[in-house]
Nanobody, 117 residues
Framework: DQLVQSGAELRNPGASVKVSCETSGYTFTSYYIDWVRQAPGQGLEWVGRIHPEDGETKHAQPFQGRVTFTADTSTSTAYVELTSLRPEDSAVYYC???????????WGQGTQVTVSS
């Protein structure tokens, strides 16, 4: 089982970014995918999640109106898109699979998103 994320992104403030998480080795529609981020010197911050089977999503309140989660079942790929980027959105973004026991069992390698003018 594997999660492979897209490469680093550099954006100006106010722009948008879309990060992908391509999965393989398991049934994509059977597990939730979470997105978390880690800013320099900070702990992990939960961004939100998607269930690829029905597209059900949840997000953390601070991202209200700025985040969208999608899942392409034809390519077993999950996406997170963040709009109206601010410098404080600069972080490493991770996708992670939630296991049957409600724990993260597989992680993507992380995608550095840098927001700077």
């Amino acid at each position: 089982d594997q999660l492979v994320q897209s490469g680093a992104e550099l954006r100006n403030p106010g722009a948008s970014v879309k990060v992908s998480c391509e999965t393989s080795g398991y049934t994509f529609t059977s597990y939730y995918i979470d997105w978390v981020r880690q800013a320099p010197g900070q702990g992990l911050e939960w961004v939100g999640r998607i269930h690829p089977e029905d597209g059900e999503t949840k997000h953390a309140q601070p991202f209200q109106g700025r985040v969208t989660f999608t899942a392409d079942t034809s390519t077993s790929t999950a996406y997170v898109e963040l709009t109206s980027l601010r410098p404080e959105d600069s972080a490493v973004y991770y996708c992670a699979r939630i296991s049957r026991s409600d724990e993260y069992d597989y992680w993507g390698q992380g995608t550095q998103v840098t927001v700077s003018s």
